[in-house]
């Protein structure tokens, strides 16, 4: 991505930080034993954790017991819980770093295969995909990705990476995080990030590739 879609994308996030001030409201209320404050960032943000759950783990029943698990963790710790990130960054990442130790632990995760699928789709869907993950000034892979048959070619591929590098993926390229708040999410260094992300997206070249032959 260019530094300029980052910026955009950082802008964003501080306007999504601003609406979110109210997490630290719930927060608050919560620790001064409102327990109905919790229930209200639960219902919030759920759906948006297993969804990213479960492009790591691949397993729906895994995604909803990790999902469950991140929301223990964080009623275990709320009380550790300083603010210095927004609460929505906070809580992704117990729910990916959950994730990732879990993945590790479970060698039964296996790569799914392309192959018995890849007839359905034609070589110019292929191709986009392909040409939007060889060019880093293109745009967002979620805007790429919004006809249903290239979301499916490129879900399937991101099974074909490790669960790190599948992370930092699906954040940035689903979750539309800017590399700065990656970082914080996943607890590693900027340029980290940004190597992760580079090699993740040749591997996910040589999938495209070695599916349209």
Same mark, same amino acid.
């Given at each position: ?6 910026i ?7 306007s999504r ?5 109210? !997490?630290?409201a719930l927060?608050?209320r ?5 327990a =109905?404050?919790l229930?209200h960032?639960v219902?919030k ?13 691949? !397993?729906p029943?895994? =995604?909803?017991?990790l999902?469950?698990?991140t929301?223990?963790?964080?009623l ?11 609460f ?5 990442? *117990?729910?990916v770093n959950l ?8 060698a ?6 392309l ?15 392909k040409d939007?993950?060889? @060019? !880093?000034?293109?745009p967002d =892979? ?6 249903k ?12 990476? @490790?669960e790190?590098?599948?992370?930092v993926? *699906?954040?940035r390229?689903?979750e539309n995080?800017s590399?700065?708040r990656?970082?914080k999410?996943?607890d590693i260094e900027l340029?980290?990030?940004?190597s992760r ?5 040749s591997?996910?070249?040589e ?7």
């Open positions: 991505m260019t530094e300029a879609a980052d955009d994308t950082r802008r964003r996030e501080a930080d601003h609406f979110s001030a109210g !997490d630290a927060v608050e919560y620790r001064r034993g409102d =109905a404050a229930e960032l219902v943000y759920q759906n948006r954790i297993y969804n990213v759950v479960l492009k790591i783990c691949a !397993d029943d895994d =995604a909803a017991e999902t469950q698990e929301f223990v963790k964080v275990e710790n709320l009380h550790k819980f300083e603010g210095r990130s927004g929505y960054t906070w809580a992704f990442r *117990i729910a994730t990732l130790n879990y993945c590790q632990r479970n039964r995760l296996a790569t799914r295969s192959d018995a699928e890849q007839q359905q789709y034609n070589s110019q869907e292929r191709q986009v995909l939007y993950l060889s @060019d !880093d000034s293109s =892979a979620a805007v790429v990705v919004q006809q048959e290239l979301y499916e070619i490129a879900t399937r591929a991101l099974m074909r990476l @490790d790190a590098q599948r992370a993926v *699906i954040l390229d689903i995080m590399y700065a990656i970082s999410v996943l340029g980290t990030v940004r992300l580079s090699r993740a997206r591997k996910l070249r999938v495209l590739e070695a599916i349209s032959q």
